[in-house]
């Protein structure tokens, strides 16, 4: 340091430096010291904005030119948050799973394993057919749909889920109403409104099927009864259904017969 320009000193003598001066020498003694030996290109935290100033990120912090960067790497804080970094990378390659032979799962063994995304290139949606049907015993009210995936690759199953209304951000949210999606690449996974009414999961009444060779996609279901099978249900023959069995005497005495049961207890 120049001890002999300072305010207060003689010439030929050297002035006392304060704590501030001191900083101020040893900031740019650092400063010189790292243009000389750190190549701000490999700095892989070392930023130039578009204000011209230079940032670093790994502390978010904003400097003037080059020299105030590396004094700023020097420092306490570049340094920690360094530590911390380091510390929280091997944490992280010691939580990647291990591969058959011991290895690790990235590509060297020395990092986590990196799977490219799949990006697939849609060519429209399927043709569909969507059929209502009433099973004939428990009168259920169900639907049939066909989905035609004919450019669908070798290997490729269709997949279908049901999805509440709360989930879909196309409309507005319906409590009435529920959605099926079916998907299968290459083609745009398409969706159904249905009525939001619970799925009959029994044997037979909900079922899937793919055929390959057609490459068509088959799914029926069954919606719950509201009511409880005798009330208007059952076998046809059986009491109770529709048209068979115990007559409505009203729609019987609108047809002109005379309505089934005992006639009615006249009162005087």
Aim: contains cysteine; aromatic residues 10%.
């Amino acid at each position: 340091m120049d001890f002999q320009n300072r305010a207060g000193s003689k010439p030929g003598s050297g002035g006392v430096a304060g704590s501030d001066q001191g900083n101020i020498d040893r900031r740019d003694r650092l400063r010189k010291l790292a243009l000389e030996t750190i190549d701000l290109a490999k700095d892989p935290y070392f930023m130039k904005n578009h204000l011209g100033s230079y940032e670093c990120k790994l502390c978010l912090t904003l400097h003037t030119n080059e020299g105030s960067y590396l004094a700023h790497t020097q420092g306490k804080k570049h340094q920690s948050n360094l530590a911390r970094r380091a510390a929280r990378d091997a944490q992280d390659t010691q939580n990647v799973p291990m591969l058959e032979g011991g290895q690790m799962g990235g590509a060297n063994g020395m990092g986590p394993r990196i799977v490219p995304r799949k990006v697939a290139v849609k060519i429209g949606r399927p043709g569909y057919k969507v059929t209502k049907i009433r099973d004939p015993f428990t009168r259920q009210l169900g639907l049939l749909f066909q989905i035609q995936y004919p450019e669908a690759a070798d290997g490729i199953r269709p997949r279908h889920r049901f999805m509440s209304a709360y989930e879909q951000h196309q409309e507005e949210p319906n409590k009435a109403f529920q959605y099926l999606l079916f998907a299968a690449e290459p083609y745009e996974t398409i969706s159904f409104k249905v009525q939001s009414k619970e799925i009959d999961k029994a044997e037979g009444k909900f079922w899937t099927f793919w055929d390959p060779d057609a490459r068509q996609f088959h799914l029926q279901f069954f919606f719950k009864n509201d009511r409880p099978v005798g009330y208007g249900g059952g076998a046809p023959g059986a009491p109770g259904y529709p048209g068979m069995g115990a007559v409505n005497p009203g729609r019987a005495a609108m047809m002109g017969a005379p309505p089934s049961g005992p006639p009615p207890a006249f009162v005087q």
